[in-house]
């Protein structure tokens, strides 16, 4: 069975660090992948997608960026961190149309 | 564009009462619906989805949820509330297979 990985599950980083968060996903190849950030109170709002190694779509300007170096592994990055960059970050893959999410990661910055 | 609209940000309902969740869609076509919950500090848990079938739906855990197309809605329902219910719930409308778009969100409160 598929099962989603991401870590860490918690983090807090001070204004100005980098950031990076990873996602992996096992028992399937060649998933879409998918990260999104859910603020607190919020909906999810969809960050970035991929439907292959090396290929990224960016649904909002931000400052964030994420790469796909291997088919089940999606990282989300930052150079420096903001204030307004906290909040629960999750990772999804997706199957027939349904998408199946990650635990999450809660990133606070301070 | 698509959008989805979840009418109540929170809900409270005593163990073992009808569970009632709203929420309205805005599709130029024939759209596919999502619920999903999520628990606290959890990711999300798919309950069930539509994709132009039949009209009512049926879930994990006891929910259903019935799409009314002259209505716009697709709201989600339980006979019987149990404290484990007690959860964030999220209507979903899929723009693309790439693209869900997320309602608000609303919070389920269940009291003993």
């Known amino acids: 069975s598929q099962t989603i990985h991401q870590w860490p599950a918690t983090l807090v980083q001070p204004v100005g660090s980098p950031l990076s968060l990873e996602c992996t996903v096992e028992?399937?190849?060649?998933?879409?992948l998918y990260w999104y950030r859910q603020a607190a109170g919020r909906g999810l709002q969809l960050l970035f997608y991929s439907v292959g190694i090396g290929q990224i779509s960016s649904e909002v300007p931000q400052n964030l960026s994420a790469s796909r170096p291997q088919d089940r592994q999606f990282i989300l990055s930052s150079k420096k961190l903001l204030l307004s960059d906290s909040g629960f970050y999750l990772c999804a893959w997706d199957s027939e149309h349904e998408q199946y999410f990650g635990p999450g990661t809660r990133l606070t910055v301070t | 564009a698509q959008s989805v609209t979840q009418l109540d940000s929170h809900v409270s309902v005593s163990e073992g009462t009808p569970v009632l969740l709203r929420c309205n869609y805005s599709s130029s076509y024939s759209p596919s619906l999502f619920w999903y919950v999520q628990h606290p500090n959890k990711g999300l848990q798919l309950l069930l989805k539509?994709?132009?079938?039949?009209?009512l739906v049926k879930g994990i855990n006891g929910f259903e949820a019935e799409f009314k197309k002259s209505e716009t809605s697709f709201h989600l329902t339980k006979p019987s509330a149990h404290m484990s219910d007690a959860a964030e719930y999220f209507c979903v409308v899929s723009e693309s297979s790439y693209k869900l778009i997320f309602g608000s969100g609303t919070r389920l409160l269940v009291r003993p």
């Open positions: 028992g399937t190849s060649n998933p879409n």
């Open positions: 539509y994709t132009s079938a039949a009209t």
